[in-house]
């Protein structure tokens, strides 16, 4: 008797294992799209002319795949626009000749995966934050993300358990079963006295403490999200954004060397000798709290030494100890000449919408994962750029049709000494 309960709780058991494996394997054999490599590639190729929320050079793109009848034609007009175009959909004609017949960049090497990922962002991004919302701001830190990694996870870990349970239960029968028989079955060990669990465990362990700490190491020394309290509050939002002063203005160096440059106070003070107060709107620090501006720029006039009363300097003026944000190691380099003359880059392709930043924080972590895939993505404007007018053969392969691009990794982008020391 004991025996046939034995043999039907293990088919039972068998049938347990079936139905979770069944459960556990359509959830991990579908791949959701991922929010967060959407951004990367948003921030990295779209964002220099789109915004998700508002018109930038392009359309808002919130709500875009509604837009479009068919998600492939979608797809096509991301890696061709010219081509959708040339095939005559009315959708897309009227919006090419909406903004005055300027064609979009084509994103050739572009995946299926890596548009819905850049899909899957425009769908979570949440709209920006009034100035001030305390609550907001906490609330919405993790909000972008919809990856499915922790529930994935935790149904993993019950049915592990519920698996341990059935195995202890089925060990436990068997011995009933035995004993009923006159069978002699050793007494069963409990599982946390069980050497192949123990082992089993200590494996886990090892190998979930090594991939945490390799992830630890491999973060060391990086800044994402890193915004220091500067020494005068400048919002860039203002000045770049509202005032719509040109990025070179200030960091002149970005355009003609290594470094972009810290401005110097002279720089500042071309406009604010006559500019001595602020009349734009409100401004709030990320923790909220108010900011006066026309004392801001006193500041300003405090460290330069000048005098707005008497319209001069008056005393001596001593440097502004601004923070930098944005380093790399000392065995990398990276020229910004290279990447604003010759690469033809935006400034929000590293730096993210600086445009709409009023304390400015390190937007990408600076990787050398993060480097390596702009590379690997990002179209250099090879025709009529005379920095590339070596590569030759890159030129025949364009004008005989062989390649329609030439991407960053093609011209040694992707090559050790182009980087490193």
Same mark, same amino acid.
């Given at each position: 008797?004991?025996?046939?309960?034995?043999?039907?709780?293990?088919?039972?058991?068998?049938?347990?294992?079936?139905?979770?494996?069944?459960?556990?394997?359509?959830?991990?054999?579908?791949?959701?799209?991922?929010?967060?490599?959407?951004?990367?590639?948003?921030?990295?190729?779209?964002?220099?002319?789109?915004?998700?929320?508002?018109?930038?050079?392009?359309?808002?793109?919130?709500g875009v795949e509604g837009r479009w009848a068919d998600k492939k034609l979608?797809?096509?007009?991301?890696?061709?626009?010219?081509?959708?175009? !040339? &095939?005559?959909?009315?959708?897309?004609? @009227?919006?090419?000749?909406? +903004?005055? #017949?300027? *064609?979009? =960049?084509?994103? !050739? &090497?572009?995946?299926?995966?890596?548009? @819905?990922?850049?899909?899957? +962002?425009? #769908?979570? *991004?949440? =709209?920006?934050?009034?100035?001030?919302?305390?609550?907001e701001q906490t609330s919405g830190a993790g909000g972008e993300s919809s990856?499915?990694?922790?529930?994935?996870?935790?149904?993993?870990?019950?049915?592990?358990?519920?698996?341990?349970?059935?195995?202890?239960?089925?060990?436990?029968?068997?011995?009933?079963?035995?004993?009923?028989?006159?069978?002699?079955?050793?007494?069963?060990?409990?599982?946390?006295?069980?050497?192949?669990?123990?082992?089993?465990?200590?494996?886990?362990?090892?190998?979930?403490?090594?991939?945490?700490?390799?992830?630890?190491?491999?973060?060391?020394?990086?800044?994402?999200?890193?915004?220091?309290?500067?020494?005068?509050?400048?919002?860039?939002?203002?000045?770049?954004?509202?005032?719509?002063?040109?990025?070179?203005?200030?960091?002149?160096?970005?355009?003609?060397?290594?470094?972009?440059?810290?401005?110097?106070?002279?720089?500042?003070?071309?406009?604010?000798?006559?500019?001595?107060?602020?009349?734009?709107?409100?401004l709030f620090t990320a923790e909220g709290k108010k900011v006066d501006g026309?004392?801001?720029?006193?500041?300003?006039?405090?460290?330069?030494?000048?005098?707005?009363?008497?319209?001069?300097?008056?005393?001596?003026?001593?440097?502004?100890?601004?923070?930098?944000?944005?380093?790399?190691?000392?065995?990398?380099?990276?020229?910004?000449?290279?990447?604003?003359?010759?690469?033809?880059?935006?400034?929000?392709?590293?730096?993210?919408?600086?445009?709409?930043?009023?304390?400015?924080?390190?937007?990408?972590?600076?990787?050398?994962?993060?480097?390596?895939?702009?590379?690997?993505?990002?179209?250099?404007?090879?025709?009529?750029?005379?920095?590339?007018?070596?590569?030759?053969?890159?030129?025949?392969?364009?004008?005989?049709?062989?390649?329609?691009?030439?991407?960053?990794?093609?011209?040694?982008?992707?090559?050790?000494?182009?980087?490193?020391?």
């Amino acid at each position: 008797m004991y025996r046939r309960v034995s043999i039907l709780l293990r088919k039972h058991f068998v049938s347990v294992l079936i139905l979770c494996a069944s459960i556990v394997i359509p959830f991990s054999s579908v791949k959701a799209a991922d929010p967060n490599a959407g951004k990367a590639l948003f921030q990295q190729n779209c964002a220099s002319c789109h915004n998700v929320f508002k018109k930038v050079t392009g359309p808002a793109l919130e709500g875009v795949e509604g837009r479009w009848a068919d998600k492939k034609l979608l797809h096509q007009w991301i890696r061709n626009s010219a081509s959708v175009i !040339a &095939s005559g959909d009315k959708y897309a004609n @009227d919006l090419f000749n909406s +903004y005055g #017949k300027q *064609a979009m =960049p084509a994103f !050739a &090497s572009f995946s299926d995966a890596d548009i @819905d990922n850049i899909l899957e +962002y425009i #769908k979570t *991004a949440k =709209p920006p934050k009034k100035p001030g919302d305390a609550n907001e701001q906490t609330s919405g830190a993790g909000g972008e993300s919809s990856d499915n990694s922790l529930l994935f996870g935790i149904i993993t870990l019950i049915l592990a358990v519920v698996a341990l349970i059935l195995m202890q239960i089925n060990s436990n029968l068997n011995k009933l079963a035995g004993d009923k028989e006159g069978v002699a079955t050793p007494e069963p060990v409990p599982f946390y006295k069980n050497k192949a669990y123990i082992a089993l465990g200590i494996l886990v362990l090892f190998m979930v403490g090594g991939y945490f700490t390799i992830q630890g190491a491999i973060g060391l020394g990086r800044q994402k999200d890193y915004m220091p309290e500067q020494p005068i509050f400048y919002s860039h939002k203002v000045h770049a954004g509202i005032n719509q002063i040109n990025c070179l203005y200030c960091h002149a160096g970005a355009e003609k060397s290594k470094h972009a440059m810290i401005p110097s106070e002279n720089i500042c003070m071309n406009c604010h000798k006559s500019i001595n107060s602020y009349s734009g709107p409100e401004l709030f620090t990320a923790e909220g709290k108010k900011v006066d501006g026309t004392a801001e720029i006193h500041k300003l006039y405090d460290y330069v030494g000048w005098d707005a009363e008497a319209g001069k300097y008056t005393k001596p003026g001593r440097p502004i100890e601004w923070t930098k944000i944005h380093n790399l190691p000392d065995h990398v380099y990276f020229n910004h000449s290279q990447h604003v003359v010759a690469g033809k880059q935006q400034c929000q392709t590293c730096h993210g919408a600086i445009t709409e930043m009023d304390e400015v924080h390190q937007f990408a972590d600076l990787s050398m994962g993060w480097c390596i895939n702009c590379h690997r993505t990002t179209k250099v404007q090879f025709a009529d750029n005379s920095y590339y007018s070596i590569f030759e053969k890159l030129h025949q392969d364009v004008k005989d049709g062989k390649i329609d691009s030439v991407t960053v990794e093609m011209v040694g982008g992707t090559d050790c000494q182009k980087c490193h020391y």
